[in-house]
């Protein structure tokens, strides 16, 4: 299986070429919102979970093939990358390869550790997450590794601000009823204001959940970015609710498609994308053939 997905279109990022370091569901968080599912290998051990040279190598062969449709090599998929030990060396090579920009996307709980800061420091943007300021809401949220705590998480993106200088842009997930009250705004708040990162992105939860969570309406949106304005740079990332019929099903009436075409004409890693395919091949609305080789998901007639 390939380690490139992409390009696909990013609000933030544009055109972000995707890099999946490590195994599908392998991270030190179980967050309540993530659309893959539940995670399946909870750990904050770090190791080469996949050949860095062979993630190397796919990446070099697509470069070969053309850079001019790429605005950023992101780090991201569906594990957290940091857990792979050698994200710091590709991160170096890739430096060497290319002047397209690196990104990490990241969920920020290992950078209190010195060897993650190192691993990163060569990044061009780090893009970490912050969910929650309190140890109840930080349990509730991002359900973490038992060895974490969110005042250390706290204390190492403190660290990584002091010594990184490229951009760093942090991002809160908020689910209506776990994170969006008044205390915890104001915490969080206070947290930020001691990171001083470049950018605070605000998202809810637009993708189809795997739990039952709810997004934050976008009148609540609007007031947590005006108690945040005056501190930081703050802006509303989240975009509209992707509806798994309304969006996919109209692609695939048009052609059959392979699911790479079809994650990246709605800017979705690969095993989000399958996820739904699944449920609509279960419902009887999709049909999946093979053709060449290759395989092709289609509108059921």
């Known amino acids: 299986m390939g380690h490139l997905f992409g390009p696909v279109p990013s609000r933030r990022l544009g055109r972000s070429l995707g890099l999946d370091i490590t195994p599908y569901k392998t991270c030190t968080f179980d967050c309540i919102y993530c659309q893959l599912g539940r995670t399946t290998n909870k750990t904050v051990r770090r190791r080469e979970y996949i050949a860095k040279d062979s993630v190397l190598h796919e990446l070099r062969d697509f470069l070969q093939e053309g850079?001019?449709?790429?605005?950023?090599?992101?780090?991201?998929?569906?594990?957290?990358?940091?857990l792979h030990s050698g994200i710091g060396e590709m991160i170096d090579v890739i430096k060497t390869m290319t002047d397209i920009p690196v990104a990490v996307i990241t969920n920020g709980s290992l950078l209190f550790r010195e060897d993650v800061r190192d691993d990163l420091s060569n990044a061009d943007l780090v893009l970490p997450s912050l969910d929650a300021a309190t140890t109840s809401v930080f349990r509730a949220v991002d359900r973490p590794h038992e060895s974490l705590s969110v005042d250390r998480i706290i204390e190492g993106l403190m660290m990584f601000r002091e010594v990184f200088e490229g951009e760093l842009w942090l991002e809160i997930?908020?689910?209506?009823?776990?994170?969006?009250?008044?205390?915890?705004?104001?915490?969080?708040?206070?947290?930020?204001?001691?990171?001083?990162?470049?950018?605070?992105?605000?998202?809810?939860?637009?993708?189809?959940?795997?739990?039952?969570?709810?997004?934050v309406d976008e009148d609540v949106m609007v007031r947590i970015q005006e108690a945040f304005c005056g501190n930081f740079d703050v802006e509303i990332i989240a975009e509209e609710r992707i509806e798994v019929r309304a969006d996919i099903l109209p692609?695939?009436?048009?052609?059959?498609?392979?699911?790479?075409?079809?994650?990246?004409?709605?800017?979705?890693?690969?095993?989000?994308?399958?996820?739904?395919?699944?449920?609509?091949?279960?419902?009887?609305?999709?049909?999946?053939?093979v053709h060449g080789g290759k395989r092709y998901f289609g509108a059921k007639t």
């Open 67 to 82: 850079e001019e449709d790429t605005d950023y090599i992101t780090f991201a998929g569906s594990g957290e990358p940091t």
């Open 251 to 289: 692609l695939l009436e048009r052609r059959p498609l392979t699911l790479d075409q079809i994650a990246g004409s709605l800017g979705m890693h690969r095993n989000e994308t399958a996820k739904y395919l699944r449920e609509l091949i279960e419902q009887g609305a999709v049909v999946e053939t």
């Open 173 to 215: 997930m908020f689910v209506r009823g776990v994170n969006d009250g008044a205390d915890e705004i104001t915490a969080l708040s206070n947290a930020i204001s001691a990171i001083d990162p470049d950018r605070v992105q605000l998202n809810t939860v637009v993708r189809p959940p795997y739990e039952d969570v709810a997004p």
